[in-house]
């Protein structure tokens, strides 16, 4: 999966407004053409037709300047681009639904219940105890680097992209 952010906007994709400290917006990952796009939007266009290809949204506040940064994505949004991938077969998508589970698990928010293999791939049962719901994920066998670098491209495109210090995903 490309991921693709950006990284000169700082606010409204559509009306260029440019967001303020503690402005409430909307961010969303779009699908197009197999690559992930993000955009933002002030609130008042978030209303206004966004084309095909919306995949996620979630809402961000911008933080005031001289906080601390803080861990911007909930595990919300993670698990919504979870449950949205099922079924997918592109190995991209595969592999980010894979990583997703990873992080849901390191999260608590998923429990491993087990394994099997199927037509020679394994796959991994997933308890979701919230939801007392189950979910498959195939095992696409990532190399260690694969999984960093899944995960740090997926922290860019989702965390503000012009703070300077990034937060990544796996740091608690
Ligand atoms: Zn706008």
């Known amino acids: ?5 950006n990284k ?7 009306c260029n407004k440019e967001f303020c400290e503690e402005e409430e917006y909307c961010s969303a990952l779009f699908d197009e053409n197999n690559a992930f796009i993000r ?9 206004k037709d966004k ?26 949004v993670f698990l919504d ?17 894979y990583v997703l589970a990873l992080y849901l698990i390191r999260k608590k928010i998923f429990k491993l ?3 099997k293999k199927e037509n020679g791939e394994e796959i991994i049962t997933l308890h ?13 066998d990532l190399k260690d680097e694969e999984i960093d670098a899944i995960t740090s491209e997926m922290s860019q495109l989702l965390n ?3 703070l300077e210090q990034e937060v990544l995903i796996n740091a608690d």
């Open 1 to 5: 999966m490309e991921w693709k952010i």
């Open 113 to 115: 219940k087990s394994f």
């Open 128 to 140: 979701f105890p919230k939801e007392n719901k189950e979910f498959n994920v195939f095992n696409p």
């Open 51 to 76: 084309g095909d290809g919306l995949f996620s949204f979630w809402k961000t506040r911008l933080p005031k300047r001289d906080k601390p940064v803080q861990k911007f994505v909930d595990n919300e």
């Open 39 to 47: 955009k933002d939007y002030c609130a008042s266009c978030w209303s």
């Open 8 to 14: 000169g906007s700082k606010g409204c994709i559509l």
């Open 81 to 97: 681009m979870f449950i949205r991938l099922e079924g997918k077969n592109e190995p991209n998508q595969r592999n980010l639904r």
């Open 160 to 162: 503000y992209p012009y």
